[in-house]
């Protein structure tokens, strides 16, 4: 459950982006702001602070009341959604702390999640502050850390559900993953986590939108001044158009990383659910890169970058099944829950 509203979460903050929506609330105030505005004097406070951010001055000007209060329930929707999640691991860990049905020892893994809410939400707000000050633009180093943090998030919860559901079958069920097809589900996990990365650099730059043309960019496979517009080189890397390109390319380095993992899950007869979510990665992967091409040709339209970035998040969370298995083959004694 927790895991869903994180993946809503997610896919809320990407509509909330895509709707240019994430300025609208110029504050953090995480007891107060559960409630939104409720009388017209309160949303009159409340739109007159925002008339004085960048966004309104220098983009929004003119904007009405109710046009306002459309992108202020995008985004306080997208911070209660945190909340609730947040809430839904304290509450019943609390609970069963009280009736003694966890040990202080056995709670910790659930306390560090919600440890990893509270840094979430604090880094959505420092990520929401650096656009509030000169120009109406959130950093893309912040955007792309708050992104990673909540997959990260993500990572822990569904590796903590796998041990339960682990723990309560048989052990001999699956068929082992062997050291080979080990060792590719972490480079491919690294590779996804690096693409990830770069989609969130590409949505923070808004570099999706300089080029509509695949595969090449500006009639060029290979765009001119890629590695020369800035100094050194390198920054050029993570800047609009080198972040643009590398998330293009990047994407066929994943997925040739998981027909190597497929395949050799199949090559050794690896059976369970890491066989089945290696097979739908490939699916995944397949379906996210056709996505991608169309996001690029079509202007980034709202709903399939929406697609795009929910079926990254799928891709994640099957790698993830894949690697929890292999590593509980070979660590029965190191997992968080028993």
């Given at each position: 459950?927790?895991?869903f509203?994180?993946?809503?979460?997610?896919l809320?903050?990407?509509?909330?982006?895509?709707?240019?929506?994430?300025?609208?609330?110029?504050?953090?105030?995480?007891?107060?702001?559960?409630?939104?505005?409720?009388?017209?004097?309160?949303?009159?406070?409340?739109?007159?602070?925002?008339?004085?951010?960048?966004?309104?001055?220098?983009?929004?000007?003119?904007?009405?009341?109710?046009?306002?209060?459309r992108?202020?329930?995008?985004?306080?929707?997208?911070?209660?959604?945190?909340?609730?999640?947040?809430?839904?691991?304290?509450?019943?860990?609390?609970?069963?702390?009280?009736?003694?049905?966890?040990?202080?020892?056995?709670?910790?893994?659930?306390?560090?999640?919600?440890?990893?809410?509270?840094?979430?939400?604090?880094?959505?707000?420092?990520?929401?502050?650096?656009?509030?000050?000169?120009?109406?633009?959130?950093?893309?180093?912040?955007?792309?850390?708050?992104?990673?943090?909540?997959?990260?998030?993500?990572?822990?919860?569904?590796?903590?559900?796998?041990?339960?559901?682990?723990?309560?079958?048989?052990?001999?069920?699956?068929?082992?993953?062997?050291?080979?097809?080990?060792?590719?589900?972490?480079?491919?996990?690294?590779?996804?986590?690096?693409?990830?990365?770069?989609?969130?650099?590409?949505?923070g730059?808004?570099?999706?939108?300089?080029?509509?043309?695949?595969?090449?960019?500006?009639?060029?496979?290979?765009?001119?001044?890629?590695?020369?517009?800035?100094?050194?080189?390198?920054?050029?890397?993570?800047?609009?158009?080198g972040?643009?390109?590398?998330?293009?390319?990047?994407?066929?380095?994943?997925?040739?990383?998981?027909v190597?993992?497929?395949?050799?899950?199949?090559?050794?007869?690896?059976?369970?659910?890491?066989?089945?979510?290696?097979?739908?990665?490939?699916?995944?992967?397949?379906?996210?890169?056709?996505?991608?091409?169309?996001?690029?040709?079509?202007?980034?339209?709202?709903?399939?970058?929406?697609?795009?970035?929910?079926?990254?998040?799928?891709?994640?969370?099957?790698?993830?099944?894949?690697?929890?298995?292999?590593?509980?083959e070979?660590?029965?004694?190191?997992?968080?829950?028993?």
């Amino acid at each position: 459950m927790v895991a869903f509203l994180i993946v809503l979460i997610v896919l809320v903050g990407g509509f909330v982006r895509l709707s240019r929506a994430g300025l609208s609330i110029v504050e953090w105030d995480l007891v107060t702001g559960i409630v939104p505005p409720i009388s017209e004097a309160a949303w009159q406070d409340s739109f007159a602070e925002y008339q004085q951010s960048p966004e309104y001055q220098l983009i929004n000007e003119g904007m009405t009341l109710s046009e306002y209060q459309r992108i202020f329930y995008y985004e306080w929707g997208h911070r209660l959604l945190g909340r609730i999640a947040g809430f839904l691991v304290i509450a019943p860990l609390a609970w069963f702390m009280w009736r003694r049905r966890l040990t202080f020892a056995e709670a910790l893994p659930y306390w560090g999640v919600v440890a990893m809410f509270g840094i979430q939400g604090a880094l959505g707000w420092i990520m929401v502050s650096s656009g509030l000050r000169d120009r109406p633009l959130v950093s893309h180093f912040r955007l792309t850390i708050h992104l990673l943090a909540a997959v990260l998030l993500l990572g822990v919860v569904v590796w903590m559900a796998l041990d339960r559901i682990r723990a309560a079958r048989a052990p001999d069920d699956e068929a082992p993953v062997t050291a080979t097809a080990y060792r590719l589900t972490w480079i491919l996990m690294g590779t996804l986590v690096l693409q990830l990365a770069y989609g969130g650099l590409v949505a923070g730059l808004k570099a999706g939108y300089l080029s509509d043309t695949w595969p090449g960019m500006f009639g060029q496979l290979v765009p001119g001044g890629l590695l020369s517009r800035y100094e050194p080189w390198w920054r050029n890397l993570y800047e609009a158009l080198g972040s643009h390109w590398v998330h293009r390319w990047l994407a066929f380095v994943v997925a040739a990383f998981a027909v190597a993992v497929f395949a050799r899950i199949v090559r050794d007869r690896t059976q369970g659910r890491a066989r089945n979510a290696s097979l739908w990665l490939l699916v995944a992967v397949a379906g996210q890169i056709i996505l991608g091409i169309y996001v690029v040709l079509l202007g980034v339209p709202k709903w399939i970058a929406l697609a795009h970035q929910g079926l990254a998040i799928v891709m994640f969370c099957l790698l993830v099944v894949i690697a929890h298995q292999a590593y509980a083959e070979r660590h029965p004694r190191r997992m968080v829950l028993r």
